[in-house]
């Protein structure tokens, strides 16, 4: 109950933080939208695909995995600022639980995920793009876990770094090669064989076969149990090693 209740403080606290400047929030969904509107309507002929909605059903699930995968990964710029500013040295003279700090920023990076996701689906319905709510909202669950997965790790390695000029490199290495391999912008089915194999082994590729597979209502694939499956296990790996650098960084 304690720890329902740190976390819920916490997540108070941080969503608070953001509503003062609710900026940022429009400002992380700006690039996914510039691609929806100016890199999308190419998609159909490059695509052979019969109608201009078909493209998007195979774009906009790709472009939500990668507002997740972003998203998350730079939430650690915010906890550095905090380190800097003595915030996280405080909480340790306070009986709030670690975990319970870690969980509150992550949990509120996923809510603002979220409300970025359904921007850019609203936006893509304009474009006839259209989804069953059910398989919306597992889809948004997916999202979900990716967000929680990646923000966790960023405030992990932004606690063992400690600095920005190392985190960006460092994020920006990791990002790049784990978005070419999993088929965000386009689908690796025209890939030589070589390069499928090799994204065979990238988590986020599962994810976003699974997300296409619900936005065009197929919610009985292997690919979305597999890719929630995926997500879930490593949504919690990456918690775990995160709350254990909060707990080594407050004590």
Same mark, same amino acid.
């Given at each position: 109950?304690?720890?329902?209740?740190?976390?819920?403080?916490?997540?108070?606290?941080?969503?608070?933080?953001?509503?003062?400047?609710?900026?940022? *929030?429009?400002?992380?969904?700006?690039? =996914? *939208?510039?691609?929806?509107?100016?890199?999308? =309507?190419?998609?159909?002929?490059?695509?052979?695909? =019969?109608?201009?909605?078909?493209?998007?059903?195979?774009?906009?699930?790709?472009?939500?995995?990668? /507002? $997740?995968?972003? +998203?998350?990964?730079?939430?650690?710029?915010?906890?550095? $600022?905090?380190?800097?500013? +003595?915030?996280?040295?405080?909480?340790?003279?306070?009986?709030? #639980?670690?975990?319970?700090?870690?969980?509150?920023?992550?949990?509120?990076?996923?809510? #603002? /995920?979220?409300?970025?996701? *359904?921007?850019?689906?609203?936006?893509?319905?304009?474009?006839?793009?259209?989804?069953?709510? +059910?398989?919306?909202?597992?889809?948004?669950?997916?999202?979900?876990?990716?967000?929680?997965?990646?923000?966790?790790?960023?405030?992990?390695?932004?606690?063992?770094?400690?600095?920005?000029?190392?985190?960006?490199?460092?994020?920006?290495?990791?990002?790049?090669?784990?978005?070419?391999? #999993?088929?965000?912008?386009?689908? /690796?089915?025209?890939?030589?064989?070589?390069?499928?194999?090799?994204?065979?082994?990238?988590?986020? #590729?599962?994810?976003?076969?699974?997300?296409?597979?619900?936005?065009?209502?197929?919610?009985?694939?292997?690919?979305?149990?597999?890719?929630?499956?995926?997500?879930?296990?490593?949504? $919690?790996?990456?918690?775990?090693?995160?709350?254990?650098?909060?707990?080594?960084?407050?004590?």
């Amino acid at each position: 109950m304690k720890f329902a209740r740190d976390t819920w403080l916490i997540f108070q606290r941080q969503t608070q933080l953001l509503l003062r400047n609710p900026v940022w *929030v429009f400002v992380g969904v700006f690039q =996914p *939208v510039m691609y929806l509107l100016l890199f999308a =309507p190419l998609l159909k002929p490059a695509l052979n695909a =019969p109608t201009q909605a078909a493209a998007y059903k195979i774009f906009v699930p790709g472009l939500l995995v990668l /507002l $997740a995968i972003f +998203g998350g990964l730079f939430q650690g710029f915010g906890l550095i $600022a905090e380190l800097r500013a +003595g915030v996280i040295e405080r909480s340790r003279v306070t009986p709030i #639980s670690r975990l319970a700090l870690l969980l509150g920023r992550s949990l509120r990076d996923v809510v #603002s /995920l979220i409300v970025q996701a *359904v921007i850019i689906t609203l936006l893509a319905l304009l474009f006839d793009l259209r989804v069953f709510i +059910g398989d919306l909202l597992l889809a948004y669950l997916m999202l979900a876990l990716i967000a929680l997965m990646t923000s966790a790790v960023s405030y992990g390695v932004a606690l063992k770094v400690k600095s920005e000029d190392a985190l960006a490199p460092l994020m920006n290495t990791v990002a790049q090669p784990v978005l070419l391999l #999993s088929g965000i912008l386009l689908p /690796l089915t025209f890939a030589p064989g070589w390069l499928q194999g090799i994204a065979n082994w990238n988590p986020f #590729s599962w994810a976003v076969d699974g997300t296409r597979s619900l936005f065009a209502g197929d919610l009985g694939s292997d690919k979305v149990w597999q890719g929630l499956t995926i997500t879930a296990v490593l949504a $919690a790996l990456g918690v775990y090693w995160a709350a254990r650098q909060f707990a080594r960084s407050v004590r």
